[in-house]
């Protein structure tokens, strides 16, 4: 029996001691397995109270519910075994299953299943890992919009329009005795030039996805005593970082983990930034400008005894960070001009909300909204990339060699089919034969 045809079965709710486990099970021998059990004969798709036995020993007492394929999960017959909790419940069910060669799941390998019968695309199954992981409503809802299937309608809207050109330009090739009209793989030129307008735009909004799922990263960035660790502590509501009056105290990268707005944000506190012979603290420095490079979002803190522009920080910010004036109840730090500046007290509490606020405005303006779905990993990314450099050598084919461009706009075809797995070469020839009456 190939891997394919084994019968699956997981645990499918949180390991531990538990009110209810769950069990699923997927694969041809599912209904065999459950007769064996004791549970033979559902009707699908409704609970029934079943006692489950083998070897003539009591398993438990299970609602049992059984979907016939190919509309479950997988496609495939599957079945789900609501046990009780506790341990030694699961363990011996999972005994039990495995004795009735039923082999534990592999990870993923339902939702692999459900990909190889059809049942979602590659970018609903990534949505499911997505939605899985989710912490923040953010993170919930571009997964669900993912597993809905938003992002794979995007890129098959892409692929319809290079197929439409493609078409043309394959019309003219391979049919040229037929009533076809002049230079027609010309025509082609305005939907290619609408097409990579389009990917571009996907493209420059790529990071948006990446920033919901991982987190946005903000960067506490300035001189040494500026107060980074003492606003670090202040937007974690927790004695995170050490602080002390001692210039250096910070020598490494400190992050945690917040949710602000409903979106994930990752914030790190970094050394103050300076020139050091002390090889450790050069060491925090190096990491520290590594880690303001990366950032989305860089709040420079500054103190009111800092001189204007002469702060190390300043090489790193860029016009849409944020100037932090710390230290507001010491007196009032001098802006620099160009960059928007909050005036902030961690001693008195002043202007804390304020910066709460405006960071949670910037995470809505910058991951909230947008025409195309967002872009949620690398791959998808490279794909995009791919696709788009195809069109444009297609595009600047079109005037030269018809049956050059054709080759660069299969490439495209391909490399967006990747993202959700649909590639198939009968698509072409399929939209050929839909727009012409070629051969009558």
Same mark, same amino acid.
């Given at each position: /029996? ?25 694969? @041809? ?24 036995? =083998?070897?003539?020993? /009591? ?19 599957? +079945?789900?075994?609501?046990? =009780? ?7 011996? +069910? ?25 049942? /979602? ?35 098959? &809207? ?17 049919? @040229? ?26 493209? +420059? ?82 990491? !520290? ?24 920080? !300043? +090489? ?18 001098? @802006? ?19 910066? =709460? ?11 909230? &909204? ?9 791959? =998808? ?20 060699? @018809?049956? /050059? ?36």
């Amino acid at each position: /029996m190939s891997a394919d045809a084994d019968t699956i079965f997981a645990l499918a709710t949180p390991p531990g001691r538990g009110a209810i486990a769950i069990l699923r099970l997927s694969g @041809p021998g599912v209904n065999a397995a459950l007769s064996a059990l004791g549970a033979g004969g559902l009707t699908s798709r409704l609970a029934a109270l079943r006692t489950l036995r =083998h070897d003539g020993e /009591m398993v438990d007492q299970a609602l049992v519910l059984r979907f016939p394929g190919p509309n479950s999960y997988t496609g495939e017959d599957s +079945a789900e075994l609501h046990l =009780h909790g506790g341990r030694a419940v699961i363990e011996a +069910a999972s005994r039990a299953l495995i004795a009735l060669k039923v082999r534990p799941a592999e990870p993923g390998e339902f939702t692999r299943r459900a990909f190889q019968n059809g049942r /979602m695309d590659l970018a609903q199954a990534e949505a499911v890992a997505d939605l899985i992981d989710a912490e923040t409503t953010a993170q919930k809802s571009q997964a669900l919009g993912q597993l809905d299937g938003a992002l794979s309608a995007a890129y098959a &809207g892409f692929r319809r329009d290079l197929l439409k050109a493609l078409s043309l330009v394959e019309a003219e090739i391979d049919f @040229p005795d037929e009533e076809v009209p002049d230079n027609l793989a010309r025509t082609a030129g305005p939907v290619l030039d609408q097409l990579a307008a389009d990917l571009r735009a996907a493209l +420059a909004d790529s990071d948006r996805g990446r920033r919901v799922r991982e987190g946005y990263r903000i960067v506490l960035i300035g001189e040494t005593n500026a107060g980074k660790s003492s606003l670090f502590n202040a937007l974690t509501a927790r004695e995170a970082a050490i602080v002390t009056p001692i210039a250096g105290t910070t020598r490494d990268v400190l992050d945690a983990e917040l949710m602000i707005g409903g979106y994930a944000v990752t914030l790190s506190d970094t050394a103050g930034l300076r020139e050091s012979e002390d090889v450790v603290e050069a060491e925090g420095i190096r990491r !520290a400008r590594l880690r303001a490079q990366d950032a989305d979002l860089r709040l420079w803190v500054r103190a009111p005894d800092e001189g204007q522009g002469d702060d190390p920080a !300043a +090489a790193f910010a860029q016009v849409e960070d944020l100037q932090i004036l710390n230290k507001a109840d010491l007196g009032a730090a001098k @802006p620099v001009d160009g960059l928007e500046a909050l005036s902030v007290s961690t001693t008195s509490g002043e202007g804390l909300s304020d910066l =709460h606020d405006w960071i949670a405005a910037r995470l809505a303006r910058d991951l909230s &909204g947008a025409d195309f779905p967002a872009v949620t990993r690398e791959r =998808h990314r490279r794909r995009l990339v791919e696709a788009l450099a195809a069109v444009e050598a297609g595009r600047r084919a079109l005037d030269l060699a @018809p049956e /050059m461009a054709g080759d660069d706009l299969r490439r495209a075809a391909d490399a967006l089919a990747r993202v959700t797995g649909a590639i198939g070469v009968e698509d072409i020839l399929g939209e050929v034969f839909s727009t012409f009456c070629i051969g009558k």
